[in-house]
């Protein structure tokens, strides 16, 4: 017996500007996530799959349009695995940005977070603990991070530190 088992591509983007992470709340009808809070991001295009650097910076300019003139560094971060209905593969990126001027999109509200005010959102739990695992992590090393099946996270390592 073969299974086919569908495998999904996302690009996430946690931007600092000042003190704080600009944040969407998802939208309640929302097809993923409905009324959670993510960083922004979505699907990487068929074209994008071995570039997922060209499907962040797509995304953040469709979803703020913010274009690469406003972003002051953007890294990989994670690679974060879990399984749901299919698995999903989400490349979590974090940057700085210049300014707190953006524009509204469809899928959800844009909102500049303070970083306490963070904790108290309703995230993903992989999601969230990416974020959690980022803002007691200053380095430069990439991790995966996979959401098993008892909805535990575990992150290695998987490039030490390197140059930006």
Not at 35 to 46: L, N
Not at 80 to 106: Q, R, W
Not at 112 to 123: A, T
Request: charged fraction near 25%; charge should be negative; include cysteine.
């Amino acid at each position: 017996m073969v299974i086919i088992m569908l495998i999904n591509y996302f690009v996430t983007a946690f931007l600092r500007y000042k003190d704080t992470f600009l944040l969407q709340k998802r939208s309640e009808d929302a097809k993923i996530a409905s009324g959670m809070w993510y960083g922004v991001g979505g699907h990487v295009e068929d074209n994008e799959y071995q570039t997922p650097n060209a499907a962040v910076l797509r995304e953040i300019y469709e979803e703020t349009g913010l274009d690469s003139s406003f972003i002051d560094s953007i890294s990989l971060k994670y690679v974060a695995l879990n399984y749901e209905d299919s698995i999903y593969i989400n490349y979590i990126y974090f940057g700085t940005i210049d300014t707190d001027k953006v524009i509204a999109n469809d899928e959800g509200e844009l909102f500049f977070v303070e970083i306490d005010e963070i904790k108290l959102k309703r995230f993903h739990p992989l999601i969230k603990a990416c974020l959690e695992h980022r803002l007691n992590d200053n380095s430069n090393a990439i991790y995966s991070a996979v959401l098993d099946a008892n909805g535990n996270v575990k992150f290695v390592e998987i490039r030490g530190e390197i140059d930006e």
